[in-house]
């Protein structure tokens, strides 16, 4: 098993910043992918960033140049820097990986944290 825990969520005004982090542990031999998502309410659960094990990383266009996701593998945790935050950033982040245990791959998720972004 792999668990994630995440930190970082809270509130903010609008244009303001928040770091988010997520830290892996468990019995996995290799973290492939690590990636940040977010559900708002009433809304299906988004891909925010990721981030694979080569250090390549992707994003969504409505955070392209305003989130910044890195990766310490030495401490399989994965950041979110958050920028330039909006009303409509506000939601459940949640944290995901793709890892190895033993001879198959699979996905986990953190509990998520809170981002309320006011205007």
């Known amino acids: 098993q792999v668990q994630l825990v995440e930190s970082g969520g809270g509130l903010v005004q609008a244009g303001g910043s928040l770091n988010l982090s997520c830290a892996a542990s468990g019995s996995f031999s290799m973290m492939l992918t690590m990636a940040w998502y977010r559900q708002a309410p009433g809304k299906q659960r988004e891909l925010v960033a990721i981030i694979i094990s080569g250090g390549s990383t992707n994003y969504a266009d409505s955070v392209k140049g305003r989130f910044t996701i890195s990766r310490d593998n030495t401490k399989n945790t994965v950041y979110l820097q958050m920028s330039s935050l909006q009303p409509e950033d506000t939601a459940v982040y949640f944290c995901?990986?793709?890892?190895?245990?033993?001879?198959?791959?699979?996905?986990?998720w953190g509990q998520g944290t809170q981002v309320t972004v006011s205007s």
């Open positions: 995901n990986c793709y890892a190895t245990l033993g001879f198959s791959n699979r996905y986990y």
